[in-house]
C-alpha cells in the first residue's frame, strides 16, 4: 500500500489543480479553503511515507526492456521530498494575500498547486528516465506562472525561460541515454551505475558527456553563464518567484546533478579527472558572478535572484568535491538556503505588495513602518551572510570543511570564493537593513505614513522561516546525522 502513496502523492496535487477552475466556489474564501486543504493533505501525504519509507519500488507503467517511469523513496529522496512538503503550505498561504488582486487567479492556483506534484515526482523517482520526464514536466507547467501577468516583460521572460530549460534539457537528454546505454540498470545507485568493465570506447567521451549533462541540469541550478533566465523571471509574482529561486525549479536542477554525479556517474569514475576539474571551476566562477552582480543590482528582487545564482552554486561546488562530506555540505545547504532565500523573497513580495515599491533606493525608513517585515529580513539577511547561531553558518562551515579535507587544490580556492562571497553578501544584504533603519538625518517619514506591516497570512509564513532558520542553525545534528548516512550510501 506504501508503494501505491508514492504514485497518490504526485497525482493528488495535479487533480487538486485541475478542480480549481471547474469547481462553483461559492466566494473566494472557500477557494482557498479548498487549495489550503488540498495541499496541506498532501503533505501530511509525504510526511507519512517519509516516517513510514516504504522498501519497494512503484512502476507506473514500463516502456521497453528496463525503461519505466518509476517512483521510489531513498534518503536523497526523502531531504528533497520533505523539504517541498514543508514550504508548500506556507508558501501557498502567503501566495493568498499576495495574489489577492491579481486577474486569472484560479488559473494561477491550478498550476501553482499541480507544480507541487511536480517537483515531489523529480524527488521520488527511482530512475533517471522517470527523473527526465518529471524534470521537462515542471518546465512546462511552471512556464504559465512566469507569465502570468501577460505584461511585455513577463512574456519576454517566459520566452527566455523556455529557451534555457529546453537548451539545457537537450544536453541532459544527452547524458541520460549513455547512462541507459552504459548503465549497468537505470536505477539510481549510491556510487554510480556504469559499467565501466564492459565500456570499450574512449573514457574522455563519459566525461564529456558528464559535463554536458552537468550544465544541462545546471540550467535551472542557473550555473554559468546559463543563468540569465532566473532574474529576469523576478517580473513574476512573488511567490512564483520564491517557487523559482528556493524551493523547486532552482532545487530540482541541484537535486539533478546530485544524482547524476553520485547515484549515476558516481564519483569514484569521475574525482581527480578534467571533468571534475571543469565543474568545479564553473561552480566557483558563479558564486564570485552571481554575489557580484547582486551588489550592483539596484531592484530588490533581481538583487535577491543574482544571490540565488551564487548559493546554487554553493550547493553544486559541494556535490563537484565528490566526496561524502562535500554531499553532506551540498545537501545542508539545499536545506538552509532554501528557508533563508524563500523568506528573504517573501520579505521583498510582501515590501512590493504593501509599498508599490520595488527598489533599494526607495526603502529608507521603512523598517520603522514595517517593524515585522523588516526584523524578519534582518535575521534572513544575517543567515545568507553566515552570522554564527543561523542555518548559514552551519552550511557553509559543512562545505568549507569537505573542501579542506578533500585534498583538492580547486577546492581551496572554492573556500576564497565562499569568504568573498560572504563578504559581498554583507554587502548587498545589509545595505537593504540600513537604509531601512537608517535613513538620513532630515528623513521626512510623513512621506511614508502609508506604509505598514502585512497582516498575518503573510507574517506568518515568514515568522516560522526565522523559526527554521534559528533551529537548523542551533540544533543541526539530526539532519547532519541523517545526511552523514546518506552521502555514505546508508539510506
Known sequence: MNEVMLLIIVLFPFAAGILIPLLPFKNRRWMMIFIETAVIINSILVWTLLLNRPEESFTLFKFTGNLSVTFHLDGLACVFAGLVSALWPLATLYSFEYMKHEEHERIFFMFYTMTFGVTLGIATSANILSMYFFYELLTLVTTP?????????????????????????????????????????????????????????????????????????????????????????????????????????????????????????????????????????????????????????????????????????????????????????????????????????????????????????????????????????????????????????????????????SGNVLAYVGIGALLVSAILTAIYMLTIVVRAYFPKQDFDYGSISDVEDPNWVMILPLSLFVVGMVVLGLHPQPFIELFTAIANGLF
Open 145 to 405: 506562472l512566469v507569465v502570468h501577468t501577460l505584461k511585455r516583460e513577463a512574456v519576454l521572460a517566459a520566452r527566455s525561460y523556455l529557451y534555457y530549460s529546453l537548451g539545457g534539457a537537450a544536453f541532459a537528454f544527452i547524458g541520460m541515454i549513455f547512462v541507459i546505454v552504459y548503465g549497468s540498470t537505470t536505477d539510481f545507485v549510491y556510487g554510480g551505475i556504469l559499467d565501466l568493465a564492459n565500456y570499450t570506447g574512449n573514457v574522455n567521451i563519459l566525461l564529456f558527456v558528464y559535463v554536458l549533462a552537468f550544465m544541462g541540469f545546471g540550467v535551472k541550478a542557473a550555473v554559468c553563464p546559463f543563468c540569465g533566465w532566473l532574474p529576469k523571471a523576478g517580473v513574476a509574482p512573488t511567490p512564483v518567484t520564491a517557487l523559482l529561486h528556493a524551493v523547486a525549479v532552482v532545487k530540482s536542477g541541484a537535486f539533478a546533478i546530485m544524482r547524476l554525479t553520485y547515484y549515476s556517474f558516481g564519483t569514484d569514475f569521475l574525482r581527480g579527472t578534467w571533468a571534475q576539474t571543469t565543474v568545479m571551476v564553473i561552480t566557483i566562477i558563479t558564486i564570485v558572478f552571481g554575489c557580484s552582480m547582486a551588489v550592483k543590482e539596484r531592484h530588490i528582487k533581481r538583487r535577491l535572484a543574482y544571490s540565488t545564482v551564487s548559493n546554487l552554486s554553493y550547493i553544486l561546488f559541494g556535490v563537484t568535491i565528490m566526496t561524502p562530506l562535500g554531499l553532506i555540505g551540498a545537501l545542508t545547504h539545499m536545506i538552509c538556503h532554501a528557508v533563508m532565500k524563500i523568506c528573504s523573497f517573501f520579505c521583498a513580495g510582501a515590501i512590493m505588495y504593501k509599498t508599490e515599491r520595488s527598489y533599494v533606493y526607495e526603502l529608507d525608513g521603512f523598517g520603522r513602518k514595517m517593524p515585522k517585515t523588516f526584523a524578519i529580513f534582518t535575521v534572513s539577511a544575517l543567515a545568507l551572510m553566515g552570522v554564527p547561531g543561523l542555518c548559514g553558518f552551519v552550511s557553509k562551515f559543512n562545505l568549507a570543511k569537505a573542501a579542506v579535507e
